[in-house]
């Protein structure tokens, strides 16, 4: 009898263990979700088992919140443009019109004044005007006016340019011919990635030159960034 009820014991757990076993490939599926690369689903066999339509249910989660985050980042994206492109308009129609105001008013007064006083007022002219400079470069960078005329690839080598015309780093940007036109949004989170790494590697890094590279890998954009900086 003894030997009976423990075969039966073992048994039941074998059963239990194969039952249990969708749960525990659940539970080590959750564990492993890298919210940075979605796209990955649960499969578990069993036709109209519990264990499957769990998985299901599973599955549809993962995709709403997936989802919901790319229309988070979406709608996040589009404020801070929004944010940027007012404040490019405000610096460019109301710092910028009032600055170059002020570099012909200066140079009026530099025809009316005396010699002595003339070079003085000169010498103003000159720092407003390179105040307005300024003001203008940072209205660009803030909106790309390039990006929405001539496209990413132009758009990078502009960048690229003036990111060295700024600093003394050497930029060289590289963007295979062919590429296809990828969406507004995708352009821009790309130009927004490689102006901020060729900002800090001109700002950090003590680099003399950089590299940007843009190519598509696998039917996706794939954009690097490399220096000959001294890194961290």
């Known amino acids: 009898f003894s030997g009976g009820l423990v075969l039966m014991l073992a048994l039941n757990l074998l059963l239990l263990r ?37 998985a299901a249910a599973f599955n549809e989660m993962l995709e709403r919140l997936e989802a919901e985050r790319r229309d988070s980042v979406r709608r996040a994206l589009a404020a801070q443009e929004g944010e940027r492109l007012r404040v490019a308009q405000e610096l460019h129609d109301g710092v910028g019109q009032s600055l170059t105001g002020v570099v012909l008013q200066l140079g009026r007064v530099a025809r009316d004044v005396d010699t002595p006083s003339r070079e003085g007022v000169l010498e103003a002219q000159e720092t407003a005007r390179g105040s307005l400079e300024e003001v203008r470069r940072i209205a660009r960078m803030l909106r790309p006016e390039a990006l929405d005329d001539l496209g990413l690839p132009s758009a990078l080598r502009v960048l690229g340019e003036r990111v060295a015309e700024h600093s003394e780093l050497e930029v060289d940007v590289r963007v295979p011919p062919g590429l296809p036109e990828f969406s507004g949004d995708a352009e821009l989170v790309l130009y927004r990635v490689a102006q901020e790494a060729l900002t800090n590697v001109a700002r950090h890094s003590g680099a003399r030159r950089a590299q940007v590279r843009l190519e598509l890998v696998g039917g996706r954009p794939t954009l690097e960034i490399d220096d000959d900086g001294e890194g961290f």
């Open 18 to 54: 194969h039952a249990l076993a969708p749960l525990r490939e659940l539970t080590q599926f959750a564990r492993r979700i890298d919210p940075l690369e979605p796209g990955h689903r649960l499969e578990i066999g069993g036709g109209d088992s519990e264990a499957a339509e769990l």
